[in-house]
């Protein structure tokens, strides 16, 4: 059964931090890997795409990386903000029609 | 990258009332859209494959009488709740790819509220 995981549920730090967030998934071929941010009451916006033959993808603050022997992706966080604060979803995707998401974590960045 | 917009935003509707949910690709084609329920605190569930020209493709336990989906081109696809009861509020989202392994874009959503 493909399934994605994610922990923490929940996340609460002070302003400035590095943080990581953590995705496990259960069925290593996978066509690619992606990790999105929903604000409340919102919709997804895409951070970083993944595809299966990289290992890791830059955007800014933001850092994800994958290991597909082992079922994983991390998203690293550096000097997180208050603007952070949203929950933040990693999905995957195994074929073209199945997309799954984990059920978030919800970021709280404190000022 | 890529705009997918989805109409309304938030409505609230009476029981037994039917509802319409419209997801556009505004700068590109999407010969397959998704549709995503989002129950409060929960992840999103794929509900079911929207493809133009021919019948959604339905997820288990979905019913595919009581949502009905429409892609009647290449850059809309619509969901309607027919006969909507309270257990169907949620928040539904939608999504288009240009193609298979490139990135997924997501509406904004729709809040449906059934009173």
């Known amino acids: 059964k493909q399934e994605v995981t994610q922990i923490p549920a929940a996340l609460s730090v002070p302003e400035g931090e590095n943080l990581v967030l953590n995705c496990s998934f259960t069925d290593s071929a996978i066509y690619n890997l992606q990790w999105f941010r929903q604000d409340p009451g919102k919709g997804l916006t895409s951070l970083l795409l993944?595809?299966?033959?990289?290992r890791e993808q830059t955007s800014g603050r933001l850092n994800a990386s994958l290991d597909k022997s082992s079922g994983r992706s991390t998203l690293y966080i550096a000097a997180s903000q208050p603007g952070d604060s949203a929950t933040y979803l990693c999905a995957v995707r195994w074929n073209f029609n199945k997309f799954y998401f984990g059920s978030g974590t919800k970021l709280n960045v404190k000022p | 990258g890529a705009v997918v917009s989805q109409h309304p935003s938030r409505v609230i509707c009476k029981s037994g009332t039917s509802v319409k949910i419209e997801c556009r690709s505004l700068d590109f084609q999407a010969t397959t859209m998704f549709w995503y329920r989002q129950f409060p605190k929960k992840s999103l569930m794929l509900m079911a494959t929207?493809?133009?020209?021919?019948?959604?493709?339905?997820e288990q336990g979905v019913e595919k009488d009581k949502f009905l989906i429409n892609h009647a081109s290449l850059t809309l696809s619509t969901l309607t709740v027919t006969s909507a009861h309270p257990e169907d509020s949620s928040f539904y989202i939608c999504?288009?790819?240009?193609?298979?392994?490139?990135?997924?874009?997501f509406g904004q959503g729709t809040r449906l509220t059934v009173v």
């Open positions: 999504s288009a790819s240009l193609i298979m392994n490139t990135e997924a874009f």
């Open positions: 993944i595809q299966s033959s990289q």
């Open positions: 929207s493809n133009e020209g021919s019948k959604a493709t339905y």
